[in-house]
């Protein structure tokens, strides 16, 4: 084995933390969340279940030890609502008494690819544990879960109108009129290009008007007393967000001007910034985030920066600085869930082992398996160096792996922490394919 440089090699010999796989594996990283209002756990893929159960057993001890109450996704706004009232003891996703049919139920609305991101046993075993954390606690205090993204274009449109018509039945008339030009199409990309192309009238003003009119009466539709008004408002609100979001997005997709990728990202800071006042109501003291790497890393940190891009853990860190903890996760090699296409099925893919000149070929030539890495003080400094980091979302091409996987980064500015795992195994899907069951073998060519 070809040994990387000296200095990084012997910086992580030096700080890198063993995990042996029971309680006290995150009790570094737990010391290091004290005082802070928002903690970013990451993921190198969209389909690794060591992230996902790790990421679970991290945020369970926030919530028990630490006082977190609210826990925000890389997944959609209304899919993820469904979520929350199961976990608040709210909604019809009851299983007849079955908590583990419940959850699946509450996890449904999970139908955009990749559905595996969030339907998946991990995440359905987290959300079991959050309910029954819940049923202890008045209402109140009960731990959320929300969806930072802006996909739900459509869905997020009809949200509005089917709350507006339960609280202003008048308002949601002129709703319904005012989201009237995005209902040709119902296809959020078809809505973007048709607008891009001058084929059709764009939603922009229509969007922003109702958003504005949504804002103004948000206290007229507070009138009704409790906690189930005010989520029911904020849950409206928010989906009025996402439509002006959303439909900026899609128009901006096929524009040269604007980067979509800022314009997701933030949002996602928007949203997680609009969950600490609601959550405040309820005696909140602190928001984790799961979402991948490359948006709870500071951008700063990567090439990305070069291209102009920002992202969720720039923003953050730049809001409220030494509040926020960043914390990445890397695996050398193992399997995933991911696709080999946009839509396509989900497949049990084997992950090549890393590139040389990449951190997680450094953490596999230390002999440590797994580990954790604190990313701050004199000792870290090495680590600052520019290396590869590999980046598997929900589509893998190993026949492309150097171009479509991996970026130049500085992961001591890029994160606070790591979690390095040497081999990794995929989620496994709640509605996993036949296909998914047919293993890729290491060596072995898809």
């Known amino acids: 084995m070809m040994h990387p440089a000296a200095a990084p090699f012997l910086a992580v010999r030096e700080l890198a933390q063993r995990l ?62 469904r979520v929350n009232r199961f976990v608040q003891g709210e909604g019809e996703d009851e299983g007849e008494g079955d908590t583990d049919v419940g959850a699946d139920a509450a996890l449904d609305d999970f139908r955009r690819f990749p559905t595996w991101m969030w339907r998946n046993r991990e995440m359905r075993d987290f959300v079991v544990w959050l309910r029954a954390h819940n049923a202890g606690l008045p209402p109140q205090e009960r731990v959320g879960v929300y969806g930072l993204d802006l996909y739900s274009m459509y869905q997020s449109a009809d ?17 319904r009129e005012r989201y009237a030009a995005l209902d040709h199409v119902r296809e959020p990309q078809g809505y973007g290009y048709a607008t891009a192309i001058g084929a059709r009238p764009d939603a922009r003003e ?11 009466d948000a206290l007229l539709h507070l009138s009704q007393d409790g906690l189930g008004a005010i989520d029911a408002q904020f849950f409206a609100q928010q989906n009025a967000e996402i439509v002006v979001d959303a439909e900026h997005y899609y128009r901006s997709m096929f524009g040269r001007r604007l980067n979509t990728w800022n314009l997701r990202d933030a949002h996602m800071y928007r949203t997680l910034s609009a969950l600490a006042p609601y959550r405040i109501r309820r005696g909140g003291t602190g928001r984790v985030v799961w979402a991948h790497n490359s948006h709870v890393g500071d951008a700063r940190a990567t090439e990305s920066r070069l291209r102009g891009e920002w992202n969720l853990g720039q923003l953050v860190r730049e809001a409220v600085g030494a509040s926020a903890l960043l914390v990445g996760f890397s695996t050398y090699t193992g399997h995933v ?61 190993p026949q492309t792996e150097r171009e479509s996987h991996y970026f130049w980064t500085s992961l001591a500015n890029q994160f606070d922490a790591l979690l390095h795992l040497d081999e990794t195994s995929a989620v496994e899907p709640l509605d996993a394919p036949h296909q998914w069951h047919r293993r890729e073998k290491p060596g072995q060519e898809a």
Do not use: C
Not at 27 to 42: K, S, Y
Not at 159 to 172: F, G, K, N, S, T
Not at 206 to 216: C, K, N, Y
């Open 206 to 216: 229509g969007a922003v008007a109702q958003l504005l009119q949504m804002r103004a």
């Open 20 to 81: 042996n796989d029971n309680d006290a594996d995150f009790d570094a990283l737990l010391e290091m969340t004290r005082g802070r209002q928002l903690v970013l756990l990451g993921e190198a893929t969209h389909g690794t279940q060591d992230f996902y159960r790790m990421r679970a057993q991290i945020t369970r001890r926030l919530i028990a030890e630490g006082g977190f109450d609210a826990v925000a996704i890389e997944g959609d706004w209304p899919d993820t609502w």
């Open 159 to 175: 949200a509005v109108i089917h709350y507006l018509e339960q609280v202003d039945p008048r308002q949601a008339a002129m709703a």
């Open 337 to 397: 869930s991911a696709a080999s296409e946009w839509g396509g099925d989900v497949e049990h893919k084997w992950v090549r082992p890393a590139l040389r000149d990449s951190y997680e070929y450094l953490f596999h030539s230390t002999g440590l398996d797994r580990f954790f890495l604190p990313l701050h003080g004199p000792a870290s400094e090495p680590l600052r160096e520019a290396m590869l980091e590999r980046a598997i979302g929900v589509i893998y091409l």
